[in-house]
């Protein structure tokens, strides 16, 4: 029997927040309410080949990686109701393939630093 392979992963955007699922069995999980920064990391390649991740982080620096190809309209309309969030610089962000992070969000009372996060 024939399909289509397992992803490495998977991702689901509720009204409460995000959680995306490895094959391994691993999660990450953050509530929309937690959130205190939002950063769009891009790695080399060449576009449109280049991979986007949109990470997400609480206050402890813990966070949730939601790659470019699990994004959906729920995801970036739920990323609006972030107080001033700013869904061109968004994409302007992820649009450039120049192997960096940039920060595209910051809550309005944010921690004093946010720990480095490593990406998968």
Wanted: hydrophobic letters at 40%; one cysteine or more.
């Amino acid at each position: 029997m024939h399909g289509n392979p397992m992803p490495d992963s998977y991702v689901y955007v509720t009204e409460e927040g995000v959680t995306r699922h490895y094959a391994d069995g691993s999660v990450e999980a953050l509530a929309w309410e937690d959130v205190v920064e939002v950063r769009v990391v891009t790695e080399p390649g060449t576009a449109p080949d280049y991979d986007v991740l949109y990470v997400l982080l609480d206050r402890d620096g813990e966070g949730c990686v939601v790659p470019r190809s699990a994004t959906d309209a729920t995801f970036l309309a739920r990323l609006r109701y972030l107080p001033d969030f700013d869904v061109d610089r968004l994409h302007l962000a992820a649009a450039s393939a120049n192997d960096a992070a940039v920060v595209v969000w910051r809550s309005p009372d944010p921690p004093s630093a946010l720990p480095d996060f490593e990406y998968d």
